[in-house]
């Protein structure tokens, strides 16, 4: 399949890029700088433009089978690129035919929010990360508004090594106790697993340790 990811230069987007291509996708890397991706593969075709300019990305989702956004903006927490450039994403694929969408959101968000812990729920996403925080929620709303076939994902918070415990699938609503946490690496092949997957079509999917 033709797979576009937005945020691939990002730390969660680099190693999807690589899991993508290893699954035997052709892949478009968008970002504004998608020489800062570092690899050279056949399959791969990179793609720099702003998320934030909806000319830039019409221009990369056309003939595109799915796209995968994974948008961060660094350490700022005030950006909206998240939801907004999503929403630049969905209208991109309304008017030019593709209907397959997975969206990185956040553990927490919306109905999972009882998943969370003390920590996260009153010194994180309600303090420092407020901002963060309530830009995922509206992008999810966005997306389950689309009318595209899509997939959202709701991780805990990124590591580099492997879990200590088993990472949960679906966390359920419900959850307690968790570490909520998840590599970079699990992630990635979860999302790319999602490409053709349909599992959790119309669904938000949660993972955490």
Request: hydrophobic content about 45%; overall charge positive; proline content about 3%.
């Amino acid at each position: 399949m033709n797979v576009i990811v937005f945020g691939a230069t990002g730390t969660v987007g680099k190693l999807a890029v690589s899991e993508l291509l290893a699954a035997g996708h052709a892949v478009t890397a968008f970002a504004r700088h998608p020489e800062k991706l570092g690899l050279d593969h056949p399959q791969l075709r990179c793609h720099g433009g702003d998320a934030l300019d909806a000319r830039d990305v019409a221009s990369a989702v056309k003939g595109q089978d799915a796209v995968l956004v994974v948008l961060g903006a660094g350490m700022s927490r005030k950006s909206r690129i998240r939801s907004e450039g999503t929403l630049n994403v969905i209208r991109a694929m309304q008017d030019l035919g593709p209907k397959r969408l997975i969206v990185q959101s956040t553990l927490g968000a919306r109905d999972s929010w009882n998943t969370l812990n003390f920590w996260w729920k009153r010194v994180m996403f309600g303090a420092l990360l407020a901002p963060v925080f309530r830009d995922h929620e509206l992008q999810e709303r966005l997306v389950e508004a689309s009318g595209l076939d899509w997939t959202i994902v709701r991780p805990g918070a990124f590591i580099d090594a492997a879990t200590v415990r088993p990472v949960i699938e679906d966390v359920p609503n419900t959850a307690r106790g968790l570490d909520l946490k998840i590599s970079r690496a699990e992630l990635a092949r979860f999302l790319t697993r999602q490409v053709a997957d349909r599992t959790y079509l119309h669904r938000a999917v949660g993972l955490s340790s």
